[in-house]
């Protein structure tokens, strides 16, 4: 895998959907034994205080430790967190993102019909396929473009930045990447046909 090496804290990972942010943030909780928190305000728990959100809150303010390795997506900063100030401190700021974007949006299509975001090692999914929703499609192809397009946006200073296809694999985590659907070109064919609709298609089209 990419080599990383640490020298201040926090660690703040900054990263889109489908990217291997969560196995990379156990990897880096497991190198320098200091807790990892992912996603601890994402954007469906803003009203509900979980214990995620408790142990962060009580580890990083009320403690006032630095000592920790925070994963969050640039569209999930709001008035709600304080993933802005984290992000601006003096920490560690790594960007984790996809230059395969049909794949990664795919990818997260899969994950939001089954709930599963990853498997364990050994473990083996018996042959599947999904069904194609244009709803929850047109979801994940909106979700990966707004975080690139705060990515564009947010002018942050990184110390890091990582293709997950650069990643490599993280053979210290007992993660890995879920087994694909029998109809994966399918699915990811109506992607390519979305995709199509883009505004600069569009323009080229009617203008």
Known sequence: MIDIEVDRFPVV??????????????????????????????????????L???????????????????????????????????????GFKIKLNRVDKINQMVSLYISLIRDKWNKIDKESDPRYSIPIN?????????????????????NIKFDMVINYEDLGIIEEVEEYITDKPENYEEI?????????????????KLC
Do not use: C
Not at 54 to 70: A, E, G, P, R, S
């Open 52 to 90: 995620e959100k408790i142990k962060y809150i009580k580890n990083t303010v009320v403690n006032k430790t630095d000592k920790f390795i925070l994963k969050m997506m640039p569209a999930q900063i709001s008035y709600f967190n304080n993933y802005f100030e984290v992000l601006t401190s003096d």
């Open 188 to 204: 990811k064919q109506e992607v390519v046909n979305l995709l199509k609709w883009k505004w600069d298609n569009l323009k080229e």
């Open 134 to 154: 244009k709803i929850i499609l047109q979801e994940a192809i909106t979700t990966i473009s707004i975080n690139d397009f705060m990515f564009d946006i947010l």
């Open 13 to 50: 990972i900054l990263a889109n959907f489908r990217t291997g942010s969560t196995v990379l943030g156990k990897y880096l909780s497991k190198k320098y034994n200091i807790p990892f928190y992912s996603e601890p305000f994402h954007n469906k728990n803003i009203a509900k205080l979980d």
